[in-house]
């Protein structure tokens, strides 16, 4: 079987190992390759990782460089706990806009930003570990991604994180937790709308916002020459 052309193999070698010498039994850009398949392919878990790749042909895995059988969903397990999240991302990013010519931002009109909480990662004396997303509504691509600080949420992290994306021209969207003044001028200080949903979850400021999406009612008057039309009271 020939070997795969350059690529994304490529440009996962920009990701550092975080793995000690006796811990590297697999390459670290072939087993960064199966994930991201396994993305693609719209998995989930290790399991399905480890499974995935041992339905193709050993001669598959080999041409990723891989030497030996694939290994078992623990050695996924271990190695996405240690890889630098911020190292990968800039890895990817690269391989989709300068190995595939692509430009999410280009299409971007609609930017969804959304905290998540990553399954797995809670701990006796830690918390659950959180990050901050940036989806293209248009595409559905991530644009961007951060952690969020045990020490912060992700509305407060969202200003910071804001000021690191291309905002003129695009509408970003959230949930009530970013309904904040902080977050609503960042957004514009960058050329950027914003559209923040609050539901009944947040009582008081559902409430409060209310008004200023009512039309007041007021007499209809006949203007010269043209159409009848409602006119607002001040």
Not at 185 to 206: A, F, R
Request: charged share 25%.
């Amino acid at each position: 079987m020939k070997t795969l052309p350059a690529g994304l193999l490529q440009y996962l070698q920009r990701v550092p190992d975080p793995r000690g010498r006796k811990g590297r039994c697999h390459p670290l850009t072939a087993m960064l390759a199966i994930v991201v398949a396994e993305m693609l392919c719209k998995l989930e878990g290790y399991e399905s990782v480890a499974h995935w790749i041992r339905l193709w042909p050993i001669e598959f895995w080999h041409a990723l460089g891989g030497t030996r059988k694939p290994p078992c969903d623990n050695c996924y397990r271990e190695l996405m706990n240690e890889v630098c999240p911020l190292e990968l991302e800039r890895a990817l990013n690269a391989w989709i806009t300068e190995g595939l010519g692509l430009n999410p931002e280009d299409e971007a009109a609609g930017i969804i930003i959304d905290g998540k909480v990553l399954r797995g990662t809670r701990s006796d004396h830690a918390r659950t570990m959180q990050i901050l997303t940036a989806l293209d509504h248009h595409t559905g691509c991530v644009l961007s991604e951060t952690a969020i600080a045990s020490d912060t949420n992700e509305a407060k992290a969202a200003v910071e994180f804001l000021k690191t994306l291309v905002l003129e021209g695009k509408t970003v969207v959230g949930d009530t937790g970013f309904c904040l003044r902080d977050i609503c001028e960042t957004i514009l200080s960058k050329h950027g709308e914003y559209l923040i949903l609050v539901k009944d979850n947040q009582p008081t400021l559902h409430k409060e916002a209310i008004p200023a999406f009512v039309i007041p009612e007021g007499p209809v008057l006949e203007l010269n020459r043209g159409p009848l039309c409602q006119a607002q009271s001040v």
